[in-house]
C-alpha cells in the first residue's frame, strides 16, 4: 500500500491529482487515519488502462519508469554464433 505522498513520488502525478482520482472511483483506495492508501496492484492497474492512456499526459516520471521496465525485459548480450 502506499499514501498519496509516495504514490506522487512513483508516479510524477500531483498528490491533488491522485486524491482526485481516488475521491472520482478512478483508483480503488482505503481511507485510514483520514489519509488515502492505495494498495499498489490498483495503482498500476490504473496507470495501464485505457482511461488514463487516453485521458491523461503521462507524467515524465511515469515514462521514465516504462523505459526502465522496458529495458529490464531486453537481454544486453548478443547471440553468438555457432
Known amino acids: 500500500m502506499l499514501s498519496v505522498a ?3 513520488r512513483f508516479t510524477g502525478y500531483h498528490h491533488n491529482t491522485l486524491t482526485n ?3 472520482n472511483g478512478y483508483i480503488r483506495y ?3 487515519s483520514g489519509g488515502y492508501m ?4 490498483c495503482l498500476l492497474n490504473f496507470l495501464l488502462s485505457p482511461h488514463i492512456l487516453d485521458s491523461y499526459r503521462p507524467s515524465k516520471k511515469l515514462v521514465d519508469l516504462a523505459k526502465e521496465f522496458s529495458r529490464q ?3 544486453t548480450k548478443k547471440p553468438t554464433a555457432k
Open 6 to 8: 509516495e504514490a506522487s
Open 21 to 23: 482520482w481516488c475521491h
Open 73 to 75: 525485459g531486453k537481454s
Open 30 to 32: 482505503f481511507e485510514i
Open 38 to 41: 492505495i494498495p499498489k496492484s
